[in-house]
């Protein structure tokens, strides 16, 4: 599990400095459980009472990928999303409201990770990677329709 402790320390080690926006970022990261687009970001951060351009976001999360303490996670949406570099897992995304949702199921990784193995193997191929997405309307939303 990833503390702020152990994120300013990969900060360090890359001589990238800690800016209030940037341990705002960590902060908002190690507390949500989804994937979060920029203006979500944004609007936490407004909602904090600190005051960030987009251009200066899309700066530090684009430096927080190239470190490896984010990563990128794009969906079918057209929305592009950011979340801690973590173990590998899934989502499910709400077509109606566009909420993410995280996967972690051991069944599923041994399965997936299974077809992959298959499937390298019997196509050749080398560096096979796969992008899972469950689409379907959250309980919320089900609920109002």
Do not use: W
Not at 43 to 63: S, W
Not at 90 to 103: D, G, L, N, R, S
């Amino acid at each position: 599990m990833q503390t702020l402790v152990l994120l300013t320390q990969v900060l360090k080690q890359n001589k990238v400095r800690l800016t209030t926006i940037r341990k705002a970022l960590l902060i908002i990261l190690l507390l949500r459980a989804q994937p979060m687009s920029v203006y979500d970001f944004q609007n936490h951060l407004k909602k904090q009472g600190v005051d960030a351009h987009k251009v200066t976001l899309y700066r530090d999360i684009e430096l927080l990928c190239k470190v490896g303490i984010m990563r990128e996670v794009s969906f079918t949406d057209g929305f592009r999303r950011y979340e801690l570099e973590e173990d590998h897992h899934h989502h499910a995304v709400c077509t109606a409201c566009k909420q993410v949702f995280e996967i972690n199921d051991p069944t599923l990784e041994k399965a997936v990770f299974s077809l992959e193995k298959r499937t390298k193997k019997l196509h050749h191929f080398a560096n096979l990677s796969h992008h899972l997405e469950f689409l379907g309307v959250c309980t919320h939303c089900f609920g109002n329709l």
